[in-house]
């Protein structure tokens, strides 16, 4: 079966420090993973994915993650974080199908001024 | 590309009543599209898979004679909450994929649904 758990339920960052958000997922095959960004009252919006290649592999506005075997970790990262990425964050696993989803519980990231 | 819209953003309704919630894909055809409903301060709860052209699979403990969905066009799904009551209240978000069969292939999110049942 595939899961994954987001270690921290709460971030909070001052501006133009470093974003650091953790996922740790399990899965029976190499697995596909994702992190959505989500603001207040809006849909999911892709971050990034990982499927099989790069193991480094770079989003949207500065953000990236790095996929660790070893560690099954998939934790995501930005290295100066500005006001807007205030938000809530969903690290997502796949199935081997791709059709079912397997969502983190979230880490909400507040970045103080 | 692949972008995902929903309608209505928002919607409030007398219990009882039921309403109609659209998800389109409006440069892509989609030939699954997803359902999911969340509840405040929580993750993503799947609700249903849509398929074009054949009945959606719901998941566990989803009555799909109160969440009626309908996927009949290749860029339109609909859910139908019949006889809404204030339980049902939650944000509901679709989604759609490009093509089955392929697990790398990432789901494109709707802006979501707010129903509330007074």
């Known amino acids: 079966a595939q899961s994954v758990t987001q270690l921290d339920s709460h971030v909070s960052v001052s501006e133009g420090t470093p974003v650091l958000l953790r996922c740790n997922y399990s899965?029976?095959?190499?697995?596909?993973l994702f992190w959505y960004v989500q603001h207040p009252n809006k849909g999911l919006q892709l971050l990034l994915k990982?499927?099989?290649?790069?193991?480094l592999v770079k989003g949207i506005n500065g953000f990236e993650a790095e996929f660790k075997k070893s560690e099954t970790s998939f934790h995501l990262t930005k290295p100066s974080a500005h006001m807007s990425d205030a938000a809530e964050y969903f690290c997502v696993v796949s199935d081997r199908t791709g059709n079912q989803f397997y969502f983190g519980t979230g880490t909400s990231l507040t970045v103080i001024p | 590309g692949a972008v995902v819209s929903q309608h209505p953003s928002r919607v409030i309704c007398k219990s009882g009543t039921s309403v109609k919630i659209e998800c389109r894909s409006l440069?892509?055809?989609?030939?699954?599209m997803f359902w999911y409903r969340q509840f405040p301060k929580q993750s993503l709860m799947l609700m249903a898979t849509s398929n074009e052209g054949s009945k959606a699979t719901y998941e566990q403990g989803v009555e799909k004679d109160k969440f009626l969905i309908n996927h009949a066009s290749l860029t339109l799904s609909t859910l139908t909450v019949t006889s809404a009551h204030p339980e049902d209240s939650s944000f509901y978000i679709c989604?759609?994929?490009?093509?089955?069969?392929?697990?790398?292939?990432?789901?494109?999110f709707g802006p979501g649904t707010r129903l509330l049942v007074l």
């Open positions: 440069d892509f055809q989609a030939t699954t």
């Open positions: 989604s759609a994929r490009l093509q089955p069969g392929l697990r790398e292939e990432t789901q494109y």
């Open positions: 899965s029976s095959y190499s697995p596909s």
């Open positions: 990982y499927t099989s290649a790069a193991t």
